[in-house]
T-cell receptor
Framework: KAGVTQTPRYLIKTRGQQVTLSCSPI?????VSWYQQTPGQGLQFLFE???????NKGNFPGRFSGRQFSNSRSEMNVSTLELGDSALYLC??????????????FGPGTRLTVL | DAKTTQPNSMESNEEEPVHLPCNHS???????IHWYRQLPSQGPEYVIH???SNVNNRMASLAIAEDRKSSTLILHRATLRDAAVYYC??????????FGTGTSLTVIP
């Protein structure tokens, strides 16, 4: 099976712009989660989508949003970019058959740099 | 949300066993203990998980204390490719993963 893919891998934006990141989960996986990783804050959970519905949400401002399509592919959007949004954005997919036991499979991430 | 405590860093010699500890004194009865690792410039990857009993797979073993307030990830023979940040995570049904700061493992040739 192909792994989780994320596009683009690298992105450079300027403050005030918006950005959309894409994630294609492993075939058959219905849950997609997004994380932000920075040197200072580590890995922080953004949100999780399951069957096109947001199931969990982390503690991030409303500038961060996401959605999931019927084929389980997911996008996340960050509007009005700030310098502090520079980070590695990771997507993870899982079968989500039994949530507590679910194994998450991570993509390689999208490196976003905000200038 | 239950949290975990791990040492910031550890070192191991190549081909020796490594025991990575994790404390989770506030664990609830339904929390699963998950371990992930993140190699340099990669996304995290699953290592192992368990609830109460010790678990083994091809990558590692997970030893869970009887009171479940701590656990240990055991790499039986460390290789240079095992150098990574190891995260111990608790997860309950319906909740997300909290990764914490993890343990940075250095493997010395």
């Amino acid at each position: 099976k192909a792994g989780v893919t994320q596009t683009p891998r690298y992105l450079i934006k300027t403050r005030g712009q918006q950005v959309t990141l894409s994630c294609s989960p492993i075939s058959g996986h219905r849950s997609v989660s997004w994380y932000q990783q920075t040197p200072g804050q580590g890995l922080q959970f953004l949100f999780e989508y399951f069957s096109e519905t947001q199931r969990n949400k982390g503690n991030f401002p409303g500038r961060f949003s996401g959605r999931q399509f019927s084929n389980s592919r997911s996008e996340m959007n960050v509007s009005t970019l700030e310098l502090g949004d520079s980070a590695l954005y990771l997507c993870a997919s899982s079968l989500s058959t039994s949530t507590a036991q679910d194994t998450q499979y991570f993509g390689p991430g999208t490196r976003l740099t905000v200038l | 949300d239950a949290k975990t405590t791990q040492p910031n860093s550890m070192e191991s010699n190549e081909e020796e066993p490594v025991h990575l500890p994790c404390n989770h004194s506030t664990i609830s009865g339904t929390d699963y203990i998950h371990w992930y690792r993140q190699l340099p410039s990669q996304g995290p990857e699953y290592v192992i998980h368990g609830l109460t009993s010790n678990v083994n797979n091809r990558m590692a073993s997970l030893a869970i204390a009887e009171d479940r307030k701590s656990s240990t990830l055991i790499l039986h023979r460390a290789t240079l490719r095992d150098a990574a940040v190891y995260y111990c995570i608790l997860r309950d049904t319906g909740n997300q993963f909290y990764f914490g700061t993890g343990t940075s493992l250095t493997v010395i040739p």
